[in-house]
């Protein structure tokens, strides 16, 4: 784990195999640590949101899951794009390697969903939730709102472009295609998320 963040050139000519339960636990962390802030929430408000009845209580619960699997799907989604788009540049190999491969590329991901539990745990404690399920909408956007969350959002970014990085030698070595081959492969979908995800930020800024 620490070989891909160090040098993912290297891991992936010398460490990366062709199993899947390495790259099945890396992706996993990185869904894991990316509901960790709304387990918090969920957690913090937890009276709050039973006393509102069993709907909104499933509501909450069921949007932990989507987001686990949200993070699950972009996997896959990802590992098809870069497989169909190196395919063009005469790539080889399975698309069960490419999978595998652009997995371990979700350490930072799991990084950053870390980074944004952690803010949230210090926003948590010793804050009193309201006892109305209506008004814990709008208290928790408020909370999960400020300076210190928007330099996060920023930083989702910049770990973003660290995945960025490992994909590049993830398809390069998978596909077997020239590193300038795999940078387009990579900077193509996740370029087009990159700028959305900018935009985003700036607009709830302006």
Not at 44 to 68: D, E, P
Request: aromatic share 14%.
């Amino acid at each position: 784990m620490i070989s891909i963040v160090r040098n993912p050139a290297l891991f992936y000519e010398t460490t990366a195999s062709d199993r899947l339960l390495g790259s099945v636990s890396t992706v996993f962390a990185a869904a894991v640590s990316n509901v960790l802030g709304a387990v918090i929430l969920v957690t913090a408000s937890w009276t709050t949101i039973v006393a509102a009845g069993t709907y909104v209580t499933t509501t909450y619960v069921l949007s932990i899951f989507f987001g686990i699997g949200g993070i699950l799907g972009s996997w896959i989604l990802y590992s098809a794009i870069f497989h169909g788009i190196s395919a063009l540049f005469g790539g080889e190999g399975s698309f069960r390697k490419t999978l595998i491969y652009t997995g371990w590329g979700f350490v930072p991901i799991a990084c950053s969903g870390l980074v944004r539990a952690g803010l949230i745990l210090l926003r948590v404690r010793g804050t009193t939730f309201p006892d109305a399920a209506q008004q814990l909408g709008p208290f928790v956007k408020n909370l999960t709102s400020g300076p210190l969350f928007t330099i996060v959002s920023f930083l989702g970014i910049i770990f973003t472009i660290w995945s960025v990085e490992i994909w590049i030698f993830a398809i390069h070595e998978a596909r077997k295609v020239s590193l300038r081959d795999a940078a387009i492969t990579v900077a193509l979908p996740t370029g087009l998320w990159i700028t959305w995800r900018l935009y985003s930020i700036l607009s709830s800024l302006f």
